[in-house]
């Protein structure tokens, strides 16, 4: 570390197509999560079926986009970001809704895992923040 910065966080904000690959391992691996262990799983961690398959939709859909700027966007890489962090933002908000609605149903095992899902997402929007500022400042 040198001046308290962690140097790998200054060459994410160099690179924003980096982001986009680390943004869509996290999504598919949300994805494979919620299908191939929290629905099956469903009695241990409290969260409906049907609300596991609509978040794991959406984490495949963030997967999709996330790998799809990964490749194929050369420039306004900007653009793409802000809709990353958007999305994220939004899957995030809609998770803290769902934990409070079926609040009564999870166990404490389903809220750990949405708590640590929610810290992980925090720490993903923060760093892709970030990136998008160094946008700014070019």
Do not use: W
């Amino acid at each position: 570390m040198s001046n308290g910065k962690l140097p790998f966080l200054d060459k994410l904000k160099g690179n924003p197509k980096q982001i986009f690959l680390i943004d869509a391992v996290g999504a598919i691996l949300t994805t494979v999560m919620l299908l191939g262990v929290l629905v099956p799983l469903e009695q241990y961690f409290g969260m409906p079926v049907r609300i596991l398959h609509i978040l794991s939709g959406i984490a495949f859909c963030i997967f999709t986009f996330s790998t799809y700027c990964y490749f194929f966007i050369k420039s306004n890489r900007k653009s793409f970001l802000g809709i990353i962090i958007a999305c994220n933002i939004l899957y995030s908000l809609a998770t803290i809704v769902l934990i409070y609605k079926f609040s009564e149903k999870l166990t404490e095992l389903g809220v750990i895992y949405f708590v640590l899902e929610l810290i992980v997402l925090g720490i993903l929007v923060t760093i892709e923040y970030k990136t998008y500022s160094n946008f700014l400042h070019r």
